[in-house]
């Protein structure tokens, strides 16, 4: 689930930031930017919180195979 919250949360801070010019100085800390960073990742880790906890058909918790081979097959005829 690492790389949906890091996906959801550049998705929401794009968004929430896409009116503000696009300033940065190495030498200065933007509290705003960060403040927008940790908002986002608060939403994102919400919303995929809910989600999980409602709809676990959505995120599987253990990995199934959908390939079982069957006996008379080899891997040299898959290939």
């Known amino acids: 689930m690492g790389p949906s ?4 949360t550049c998705l929401i ?3 929430r930031t896409a009116k503000r010019p696009a300033t ?3 030498a200065t800390s933007s509290t705003e930017l ?14 995929l919180s809910l989600l999980v906890g409602r709809h676990e058909a959505i ?3 253990r990995k199934e195979p959908w390939y079982q081979a069957k006996d008379e097959e080899t891997l ?3 290939v």
Request: hydrophobic share 55%; with cysteine.
């Open 24 to 26: 940065w100085d190495a």
């Open 13 to 15: 801070l794009a968004i």
């Open 59 to 61: 995120f599987p918790r």
């Open 76 to 78: 040299s005829e898959c």
């Open 34 to 47: 960060d403040a927008e960073i940790e908002y986002a990742a608060h939403l994102a880790g919400r919303v």
């Open 5 to 8: 919250l890091l996906i959801a």
